[in-house]
Nanobody
Framework: QAQLVESGGGLVQAGGSLRLSCAAS????????MGWYRQAPGKQRELAAS???????NYADSAKGRFTISRDNTKNMVYLQMNSLKPEDTGVYYC????????WGQGTQVTVSS
């Protein structure tokens, strides 16, 4: 079981950028594909981006070209660089394995104003 702590969210104007960080405890972090998930108000949580242990990435169509996921296995960290943010990116962002297998952290709120 890993513990996940997300940070880096905030309020930003449309077109702005944010970098989210996720600190994961647990011995098996480096072996897992990791993902960033987002939950928009009133909607189900969805996978926005994922990265394999070897660094191969995958993005939801809405995130392609704007978001970049990365990881540092030496620090048990996963990052999400979000550029050209849009109001529809607003939501709570969580990290977890892909597919999710650990208890969810508290998430980090991202609010994009128009």
């Amino acid at each position: 079981q890993a513990q996940l702590v997300e940070s880096g969210g905030g309020l930003v104007q449309a077109g702005g950028s944010l970098r989210l960080s996720c600190a994961a405890s647990g011995r098996f972090f480096s072996f897992n594909t990791m993902g960033w998930y987002r939950q928009a108000p009133g909607k189900q949580r969805e996978l926005a981006a994922s990265i394999t242990s070897g660094g191969r990435t995958n993005y939801a169509d809405s995130a392609k070209g704007r978001f970049t996921i990365s990881r540092d296995n030496t620090k048990n960290m996963v990052y999400l660089q979000m550029n050209s943010l849009k109001p529809e990116d607003t939501g709570v962002y969580y990290c977890n394995a892909d597919p999710a297998r650990w208890s969810w952290g508290q998430g980090t709120q991202v609010t994009v104003s128009s």
